[in-house]
Protein backbone atom coordinates (compact mmCIF):
# COMPACT_ATOMS: atom_id res chain seq x y z
CA UNK A 1 0.00 0.00 0.00
CA UNK A 2 1.16 3.30 -0.52
CA UNK A 3 2.65 5.43 2.34
CA UNK A 4 0.49 7.25 4.18
CA UNK A 5 0.75 11.38 3.55
CA UNK A 6 1.03 13.36 6.10
CA UNK A 7 1.60 17.58 6.73
CA UNK A 8 4.29 19.17 8.45
CA UNK A 9 4.34 23.18 7.98
CA UNK A 10 3.25 24.20 4.54
CA UNK A 11 4.23 20.25 2.97
CA UNK A 12 2.50 17.18 2.45
CA UNK A 13 4.95 14.20 2.87
CA UNK A 14 5.00 10.65 3.24
CA UNK A 15 4.91 9.92 6.95
CA UNK A 16 8.57 8.65 6.91
CA UNK A 17 10.21 11.78 6.28
CA UNK A 18 8.10 13.84 8.30
CA UNK A 19 10.59 15.24 11.25
CA UNK A 20 10.51 17.72 13.78
CA UNK A 21 13.32 19.14 15.81
CA UNK A 22 13.85 17.67 19.49
CA UNK A 23 13.31 21.13 20.89
CA UNK A 24 10.14 21.33 19.84
CA UNK A 25 7.73 22.57 22.65
CA UNK A 26 5.24 19.84 22.00
CA UNK A 27 8.17 16.99 22.56
CA UNK A 28 9.91 19.12 26.00
CA UNK A 29 6.72 20.48 27.50
CA UNK A 30 3.77 18.91 25.93
CA UNK A 31 2.54 22.79 25.18
CA UNK A 32 0.40 22.02 22.24
CA UNK A 33 -3.50 21.50 21.47
CA UNK A 34 -5.05 18.80 18.90
CA UNK A 35 -8.27 17.34 17.14
CA UNK A 36 -9.45 14.33 15.61
CA UNK A 37 -12.09 14.70 13.19
CA UNK A 38 -13.59 11.19 11.29
CA UNK A 39 -14.07 11.52 7.59
CA UNK A 40 -17.04 9.26 6.58
CA UNK A 41 -16.97 8.49 2.41
CA UNK A 42 -14.21 11.35 2.23
CA UNK A 43 -16.72 13.71 4.13
CA UNK A 44 -15.26 15.66 6.84
CA UNK A 45 -17.92 15.14 9.77
CA UNK A 46 -18.88 18.08 11.62
CA UNK A 47 -16.02 19.79 10.45
CA UNK A 48 -16.57 23.68 11.71
CA UNK A 49 -17.59 22.36 15.16
CA UNK A 50 -14.46 20.75 15.47
CA UNK A 51 -12.13 23.85 13.62
CA UNK A 52 -14.43 25.65 16.63
CA UNK A 53 -13.08 23.82 19.41
CA UNK A 54 -9.17 23.88 18.08
CA UNK A 55 -10.10 27.69 18.32
CA UNK A 56 -11.20 27.03 21.86
CA UNK A 57 -7.91 24.67 22.89
CA UNK A 58 -5.64 27.51 21.43
CA UNK A 59 -7.31 30.68 22.95
CA UNK A 60 -7.27 28.14 26.59
CA UNK A 61 -3.52 28.31 25.84
CA UNK A 62 -2.78 31.68 24.19
CA UNK A 63 -1.43 30.34 21.05
CA UNK A 64 -2.80 32.40 17.83
CA UNK A 65 -4.63 30.04 14.97
CA UNK A 66 -2.03 29.95 12.04
CA UNK A 67 -4.58 29.41 10.01
CA UNK A 68 -8.45 30.40 9.12
CA UNK A 69 -11.26 27.65 8.94
CA UNK A 70 -11.16 28.12 5.18
CA UNK A 71 -6.83 27.14 5.41
CA UNK A 72 -7.75 24.64 7.57
CA UNK A 73 -10.87 22.74 5.62
CA UNK A 74 -8.45 23.02 2.29
CA UNK A 75 -5.48 21.67 3.91
CA UNK A 76 -7.98 18.74 5.59
CA UNK A 77 -9.69 17.95 2.22
CA UNK A 78 -6.11 18.01 0.57
CA UNK A 79 -4.66 15.46 3.25
CA UNK A 80 -7.52 13.24 3.22
CA UNK A 81 -7.91 13.04 -1.06
CA UNK A 82 -3.87 12.38 -0.45
CA UNK A 83 -4.91 9.52 1.61
CA UNK A 84 -6.33 5.61 0.84
CA UNK A 85 -9.41 4.80 2.53
CA UNK A 86 -12.79 6.36 2.64
CA UNK A 87 -13.16 6.33 6.08
CA UNK A 88 -10.23 8.25 7.61
CA UNK A 89 -9.61 9.79 10.83
CA UNK A 90 -7.51 12.73 10.62
CA UNK A 91 -5.26 14.04 13.37
CA UNK A 92 -3.89 18.16 13.77
CA UNK A 93 -1.60 18.80 16.03
CA UNK A 94 -0.57 22.61 16.64
CA UNK A 95 2.54 23.28 19.14
CA UNK A 96 4.07 26.40 20.31
CA UNK A 97 7.06 25.70 17.99
CA UNK A 98 10.72 25.24 18.33
CA UNK A 99 12.69 27.25 21.12
CA UNK A 100 15.29 26.77 23.81
CA UNK A 101 13.76 25.21 26.54
CA UNK A 102 12.59 27.67 29.08
CA UNK A 103 8.91 27.31 30.21
CA UNK A 104 7.88 30.53 29.56
CA UNK A 105 6.62 31.51 25.93
CA UNK A 106 9.09 32.32 23.43
CA UNK A 107 8.61 35.53 21.70
CA UNK A 108 8.49 35.28 17.68
CA UNK A 109 8.49 31.34 17.07
CA UNK A 110 6.39 30.00 14.53
CA UNK A 111 3.83 27.22 15.83
CA UNK A 112 4.41 23.77 14.34
CA UNK A 113 1.41 22.03 12.58
CA UNK A 114 1.17 18.77 11.64
CA UNK A 115 -1.88 16.43 10.46
CA UNK A 116 -2.08 12.88 9.55
CA UNK A 117 -4.44 10.47 8.27
CA UNK A 118 -5.50 7.18 10.15
CA UNK A 119 -8.23 4.49 8.92
CA UNK A 120 -10.95 5.66 10.31
CA UNK A 121 -11.51 1.95 12.73
CA UNK A 122 -15.30 1.78 14.34
CA UNK A 123 -16.38 -0.10 16.52
CA UNK A 124 -17.16 -3.90 15.54
CA UNK A 125 -20.50 -5.17 15.70
CA UNK A 126 -20.63 -7.34 18.65
CA UNK A 127 -19.09 -4.55 20.65
CA UNK A 128 -22.38 -2.65 19.60
CA UNK A 129 -24.21 -5.35 20.30
CA UNK A 130 -23.02 -6.72 23.12
CA UNK A 131 -21.35 -3.37 25.01
CA UNK A 132 -18.16 -3.06 26.50
CA UNK A 133 -17.06 -3.45 30.23
CA UNK A 134 -15.97 -0.19 32.14
CA UNK A 135 -13.98 0.16 35.10
CA UNK A 136 -13.82 4.01 37.06
CA UNK A 137 -11.15 6.03 38.69
CA UNK A 138 -10.57 9.05 40.68
CA UNK A 139 -10.32 11.63 38.03
CA UNK A 140 -6.46 13.20 38.80
CA UNK A 141 -6.15 15.40 35.66
CA UNK A 142 -6.09 18.87 35.88
CA UNK A 143 -8.56 21.80 35.69
CA UNK A 144 -8.37 22.35 31.82
CA UNK A 145 -10.10 19.12 30.80
CA UNK A 146 -12.19 21.17 28.13
CA UNK A 147 -8.86 21.98 26.15
CA UNK A 148 -7.69 19.61 24.24
CA UNK A 149 -4.18 19.94 24.96
CA UNK A 150 -1.63 16.98 23.81
CA UNK A 151 -0.44 16.79 27.48
CA UNK A 152 -2.46 13.59 27.98
CA UNK A 153 -0.25 11.68 30.47
CA UNK A 154 -2.96 11.77 32.71
CA UNK A 155 -5.80 10.33 30.13
CA UNK A 156 -2.63 7.85 28.73
CA UNK A 157 -2.09 6.31 32.64
CA UNK A 158 -5.93 5.70 32.76
CA UNK A 159 -6.77 4.88 29.77
CA UNK A 160 -3.64 2.25 30.41
CA UNK A 161 -5.70 0.99 34.00
CA UNK A 162 -8.62 0.17 32.01
CA UNK A 163 -6.34 -2.09 29.37
CA UNK A 164 -4.99 -3.99 32.33
CA UNK A 165 -8.34 -4.51 33.84
CA UNK A 166 -9.41 -5.77 30.35
CA UNK A 167 -12.13 -3.27 29.92
CA UNK A 168 -12.14 -0.59 27.47
CA UNK A 169 -12.60 2.57 29.04
CA UNK A 170 -12.12 3.96 32.72
CA UNK A 171 -15.06 6.46 34.00
CA UNK A 172 -14.16 9.00 36.21
CA UNK A 173 -15.52 11.05 39.07
CA UNK A 174 -13.91 13.59 40.88
CA UNK A 175 -15.20 14.57 44.29
CA UNK A 176 -18.03 12.08 44.06
CA UNK A 177 -19.22 13.25 40.80
CA UNK A 178 -19.03 11.75 37.02
CA UNK A 179 -16.70 13.37 34.80
CA UNK A 180 -16.21 11.52 31.60
CA UNK A 181 -14.25 8.59 30.48
CA UNK A 182 -9.94 8.29 29.44
CA UNK A 183 -11.15 9.11 26.00
CA UNK A 184 -14.53 9.50 25.48
CA UNK A 185 -17.92 11.47 27.01
CA UNK A 186 -20.12 9.52 29.29
CA UNK A 187 -23.63 9.52 29.45
CA UNK A 188 -26.40 7.29 31.59
CA UNK A 189 -29.98 6.49 32.00
CA UNK A 190 -31.77 6.97 35.05
CA UNK A 191 -35.78 6.04 35.06
CA UNK A 192 -35.84 6.57 31.07
CA UNK A 193 -34.18 10.43 31.15
CA UNK A 194 -31.13 10.56 29.31
CA UNK A 195 -28.00 12.41 31.51
CA UNK A 196 -25.03 13.51 31.22
CA UNK A 197 -22.71 16.01 32.90
CA UNK A 198 -22.83 20.02 31.87
CA UNK A 199 -20.30 21.69 29.85
CA UNK A 200 -17.54 22.74 31.92
CA UNK A 201 -14.10 22.85 32.68
CA UNK A 202 -14.11 19.34 34.24
CA UNK A 203 -14.94 17.59 30.85
CA UNK A 204 -13.70 18.04 27.31
CA UNK A 205 -17.49 19.72 25.00
CA UNK A 206 -17.04 16.50 22.76
CA UNK A 207 -18.52 16.85 18.93
CA UNK A 208 -20.79 13.16 19.56
CA UNK A 209 -21.86 14.39 22.71
CA UNK A 210 -23.40 17.55 21.04
CA UNK A 211 -24.62 15.41 18.21
CA UNK A 212 -26.29 12.80 20.96
CA UNK A 213 -28.24 15.97 22.21
CA UNK A 214 -29.04 17.15 19.37
CA UNK A 215 -30.55 13.63 18.34
CA UNK A 216 -32.35 13.39 21.63
CA UNK A 217 -34.38 16.42 21.28
CA UNK A 218 -34.87 15.90 17.93
CA UNK A 219 -36.83 12.79 18.75
CA UNK A 220 -37.82 13.96 22.02
CA UNK A 221 -35.95 11.54 24.19
CA UNK A 222 -36.40 13.04 27.88
CA UNK A 223 -33.01 14.79 28.63
CA UNK A 224 -30.85 16.68 31.51
CA UNK A 225 -27.73 18.27 31.63
CA UNK A 226 -26.61 17.92 35.12
CA UNK A 227 -24.38 17.20 37.51
CA UNK A 228 -24.38 13.34 38.10
CA UNK A 229 -23.19 11.58 41.03
CA UNK A 230 -21.22 8.67 41.54
CA UNK A 231 -24.30 6.53 43.18
CA UNK A 232 -26.34 7.15 40.12
CA UNK A 233 -23.86 6.16 37.55
CA UNK A 234 -23.57 2.70 39.56
CA UNK A 235 -27.17 2.42 39.66
CA UNK A 236 -28.09 3.53 36.49
CA UNK A 237 -30.20 1.49 33.98
CA UNK A 238 -27.67 2.25 31.28
CA UNK A 239 -24.20 4.07 30.42
CA UNK A 240 -23.08 5.09 27.14
CA UNK A 241 -19.42 6.08 26.22
CA UNK A 242 -19.30 8.76 23.35
CA UNK A 243 -16.37 9.79 20.64
CA UNK A 244 -15.69 10.69 16.95
CA UNK A 245 -13.91 6.88 16.84
CA UNK A 246 -16.35 4.99 19.18
CA UNK A 247 -19.50 6.69 17.92
CA UNK A 248 -22.14 5.50 20.92
CA UNK A 249 -21.11 2.38 22.95
CA UNK A 250 -22.85 0.95 25.30
CA UNK A 251 -21.36 -0.26 28.95
CA UNK A 252 -22.32 -3.60 29.89
CA UNK A 253 -20.28 -3.80 32.60
CA UNK A 254 -19.21 -1.40 35.22
CA UNK A 255 -16.17 -2.48 37.63
CA UNK A 256 -16.98 -6.25 37.22
CA UNK A 257 -21.01 -5.54 37.89
CA UNK A 258 -23.70 -5.37 35.40
CA UNK A 259 -24.91 -2.39 34.36
CA UNK A 260 -28.88 -2.81 34.28
CA UNK A 261 -29.98 -5.97 32.64
CA UNK A 262 -26.01 -6.74 31.36
CA UNK A 263 -26.64 -6.23 27.91
CA UNK A 264 -27.04 -2.74 25.66
CA UNK A 265 -30.14 -1.24 26.78
CA UNK A 266 -33.61 -0.20 24.60
CA UNK A 267 -32.46 4.15 24.13
CA UNK A 268 -28.81 2.77 23.84
CA UNK A 269 -30.07 0.52 20.69
CA UNK A 270 -32.66 3.50 19.16
CA UNK A 271 -29.99 6.31 19.66
CA UNK A 272 -26.98 3.96 17.86
CA UNK A 273 -29.82 3.65 15.11
CA UNK A 274 -30.55 7.41 15.17
CA UNK A 275 -26.73 8.23 15.00
CA UNK A 276 -26.41 6.13 12.16
CA UNK A 277 -29.09 7.71 10.12
CA UNK A 278 -28.19 11.36 10.95
CA UNK A 279 -24.52 9.75 9.87
CA UNK A 280 -25.89 8.75 6.61
CA UNK A 281 -28.17 12.23 6.23
CA UNK A 282 -25.33 14.64 6.64
CA UNK A 283 -23.34 12.59 4.00
CA UNK A 284 -26.06 12.97 1.77
CA UNK A 285 -26.21 16.09 2.49
CA UNK A 286 -22.19 16.33 1.66
CA UNK A 287 -22.41 14.54 -1.90
N1 LIG B 1 -10.81 11.79 22.09
N2 LIG B 1 -13.29 13.24 26.29
C1 LIG B 1 -12.00 12.96 26.08
C2 LIG B 1 -11.06 13.03 27.22
C3 LIG B 1 -11.56 12.63 24.77
O1 LIG B 1 -10.25 12.36 24.57
C4 LIG B 1 -12.50 12.55 23.70
C5 LIG B 1 -12.11 12.19 22.31
C6 LIG B 1 -13.85 12.84 24.00
C7 LIG B 1 -14.92 12.82 22.92
O2 LIG B 1 -14.82 13.92 22.04
P1 LIG B 1 -15.34 13.83 20.53
O3 LIG B 1 -16.74 13.37 20.59
O4 LIG B 1 -15.20 15.21 20.02
O5 LIG B 1 -14.46 12.83 19.81
C8 LIG B 1 -14.21 13.19 25.29
C9 LIG B 1 -10.27 11.60 20.77
C10 LIG B 1 -11.11 10.78 19.84
C11 LIG B 1 -8.83 11.14 20.89
O6 LIG B 1 -8.16 11.65 21.78
O7 LIG B 1 -8.37 10.31 20.09
Known amino acids: MASEIVYLN???????????????????????????????????????????????????IRLPNPHSDDEWTKLTQEL????????????????????????????????????????????????????????????????????????????????????DAGAAEVVMFRDGYLTEASASNVFIVRNGVLLAPPKNHLVLPGITYDVIIEIANANKIPLELREISEHEVRTAEEIWVTSSTKEVLGVTKLDDEPVGEGKPGPLFRRMHAHYQEFKQAVMRRAA
Not at 131 to 138: D, E, L, P, R, W
Request: net charge positive; hydrophobic share 40%; with cysteine.
Open 10 to 60: GDYMPLEEARIPVLDRGFIFGDGVYEVVPAYSRHLFRLPQHLKRLQHSLDG
Open 80 to 163: VARNAGDDQSIYYQVTRGVAKRAHEFPLNVKPTVFMMSNPLVTPPRAQIDQGVACITATDFRWLKCDLKSVSLLGNCLLKQMAV
